[in-house]
């Protein structure tokens, strides 16, 4: 079965680039685009990983995350990995989001290569089998 991610992003742009990057590496990958329609996906499905862009009009990406790990434990599982994303560097948003352990804090532009081991190692360690 083919491991979901969820990608959190207002940008279009990026949240398709994500999405095919992450299918054509062989996992399942959804897209919103704020807050509340990520809410509204965990409400619905279980996902084995959330990347998150931490800068979003309205609710940001560490408060997106902190109300998805409330969804999670709401429903008795354990919290999802979470790889946070940034194009701002900003160190109290950055400090918040450390708090959170998310797998990994990356600055916009990242490395792909990267970017895919980190997921990689993220859903192994979390042996998720949703």
């Known amino acids: 079965m083919k491991k979901k991610v969820l990608v959190i992003d207002d940008e279009e742009i990026l949240t398709k680039s994500f999405s095919a990057l992450l299918e054509r590496s062989g ?8 807050s509340q329609d990520a809410e509204a996906m965990f ?7 959330v990347i998150s862009d931490v800068r979003m009009p309205g609710k940001n990406g560490v408060e997106t ?13 354990f919290p999802v990995p979470v790889i946070f994303v940034t194009g701002f560097a900003d160190q109290e948003i950055e400090a918040e989001a450390k708090r959170l ?5 990356l600055q916009k532009p990242f490395d792909v290569a990267e970017l ?12 998720s089998d949703a």
Request: glycine fraction near 2%.
């Open 27 to 34: 996992y399942e990958t959804y897209t919103v685009k704020n």
């Open 116 to 127: 895919l081991n980190v997921v990689k190692k993220a859903i192994q360690d979390s042996g």
């Open 65 to 77: 995350v902190k109300q998805i790990q409330n969804i999670v434990r709401s429903k008795k599982k």
């Open 101 to 105: 352990n998310p797998v990994a804090y």
């Open 43 to 49: 409400e619905e499905e279980d996902f084995d990983l």
